[in-house]
């Protein structure tokens, strides 16, 4: 039998310091860590992702930026510096010398055991380590920019505008579908992550990569199950390896489709369609190192691809029609201008990714605090966002707001290789929505924010269509 995903031998790229020698989460005690860090200000106990956090952390975020620029937690992560404002924000996000993107290996191998379970070993998830640490996002210096070269061929400003017509077509299919399921049954209010926002991203990203349509809702189970792992600051053991699961299915479905392209090269029919097409290029040409890296970097983008973008559209709808006075701005004057301003708007005020992470590559003095080697860095974009050194009146939502951009798709060598298509896809779902239903309505003045504490997003979206709609049962 041939070998599975992830279970080749792989060459070694140079890290900057070893995972081995970072503890599992949590394997060290509270009073060690304590003892590394005593003059650090500490994020209050039993805060930040707390069941009250996550359904509001704008208050919490609002307090770490008045009492210090950055905080040391003992317990998330194992023991993590928490940044809270723009400035320290952008500087660790821009800083490549003294701050590491690789962070996978504490995180990864690390974690609780659930209930009835013993603490999983370091090698149950030795595969699942190795493929995600050799995607682009957790890799530095020369080897993200050869990688990132690569990738971003997907992403060129020609190649979105040519797959905007398509694109703007696929919206519409989705809305007309959302709008027969709520003629078909007109008492109910109709569901938008259900019908669009969930759909769309994982739509367009397959087609950017070059896969048929089809596989969408394997795609989106997959990665639900990576997703609820990557965003919990101390994961369950089952939460590691139903991520293991979901990756190594993707990888698999991955792997048959380079199979099949490799046959049609061979028969001198090209590598096929999309940005796979490319890669397989890339590896057969050495751009690409091996078959593990071409694995790791598609996983990761059919991942990433589309779960945070998915939490923006949602995120959209809700966020302008809570602020019905900005909603109607736009019916007013519905123009691209003011719709991409909204959309930049909505990033920074409800960003879907809340945090990202380094580690301390040297050790240095950092806003006031000695950090040290190996130490976790979580960045707190979502309070940076809301920084008043940055932004004038940050608690408002101003769709009109203009000057500098966020930190919603990040910053420096790292900052989000798709954000203008996940700009494009917002936008075009605004024009669109905006265009059909001037009288869209919320039907739930209460957000639904689902748990994960890493993706700010909604589990359901229920909407009126037209404004002289109620729920007959209220």
Not at 206 to 221: F, I, K
Request: glycine share 8%; aromatic share 8%; proline share 7%.
């Amino acid at each position: 039998m041939g070998e599975g995903p992830g279970e080749r031998g792989l060459p070694t790229i140079e890290p900057r310091f070893h995972y081995e020698d970072i503890p599992p989460m949590n394997a060290i005690t509270e009073a060690f860590l304590a003892a590394q860090h005593p003059a650090a200000p500490r994020v209050p106990e039993g805060r930040l992702w707390s069941a009250e956090d996550l359904r509001d952390p704008y208050p919490l975020y609002a307090a770490l930026r008045a009492s210090a620029p950055i905080h040391w937690s003992d317990t998330l992560f194992g023991g993590a510096w928490i940044i809270s404002r723009q400035q320290e924000a952008e500087s660790v996000l821009r800083d490549t010398q003294h701050f590491s993107a690789q962070r996978t290996g504490g995180w990864v191998m690390g974690g609780e055991p659930g209930e009835g379970e013993g603490r999983h070993s370091r090698q149950e998830l030795t595969k699942f380590q190795q493929l995600i640490s050799r995607a682009f996002l957790f890799v530095d210096g020369a080897d993200h920019a050869r990688l990132r070269g690569l990738l971003h061929a997907g992403f060129t400003p020609s190649g979105l505008e040519a797959l905007r017509p398509w694109l703007a077509q696929r919206i519409e299919q989705l809305l007309d579908a959302l709008e027969a399921a709520h003629a078909a049954r007109p008492e109910e209010p109709v569901d938008f992550i259900q019908h669009l926002a969930r759909q769309l991203p994982a739509c367009v990203i397959a087609r950017v990569l070059g896969l048929p349509p089809g596989d969408e809702a394997r795609v989106m189970a997959w990665s639900d199950e990576i997703a609820v792992f990557i965003g919990e600051p101390v994961p369950e053991a089952s939460a590691a390896r139903r991520a293991q699961r979901g990756l190594l299915l993707m990888a698999a479905f991955l792997e048959r489709e380079f199979a099949n392209r490799r046959v049609a090269q061979a028969r001198g029919e090209g590598y096929g369609e999309g940005l796979i097409g490319l890669l397989l290029q890339a590896q057969d040409d050495g751009r690409i190192t091996d078959a593990d890296e071409l694995m790791a970097q598609t996983t990761m983008l059919l991942f990433a691809g589309h779960e945070t973008t998915r939490y923006l559209l949602g995120n959209l709808v809700q966020t302008l029609l809570a602020h019905p006075e900005q909603w109607q701005r736009l019916q007013a004057q519905p123009d691209p201008a003011l719709i991409h301003a909204a959309v930049r708007e909505v990033l920074r005020y409800e960003c879907p990714v809340q945090y990202t992470g380094r580690r301390v590559a040297v050790a240095h003095e950092f806003a006031g605090q000695r950090l040290k080697r190996g130490d976790a860095v979580i960045v707190l974009i979502g309070a940076a966002n809301r920084d008043a050194e940055r932004f004038e009146q940050p608690e408002r939502f101003d769709v009109t707001r203009r000057g500098r951009a966020s930190l919603a798709f990040g910053t420096g060598a790292h900052v989000c290789i798709g954000a203008s298509l996940s700009m494009m896809e917002a936008e075009l779902v605004l024009a669109a929505v905006l265009r059909r239903w001037p009288g869209l309505r919320l039907a739930d003045a209460q957000a639904q924010w689902q748990g994960n504490p890493l993706y700010r997003g909604l589990t359901r979206l229920p909407l009126w269509l037209t404004p002289g709609q109620t729920d007959p049962r209220s």
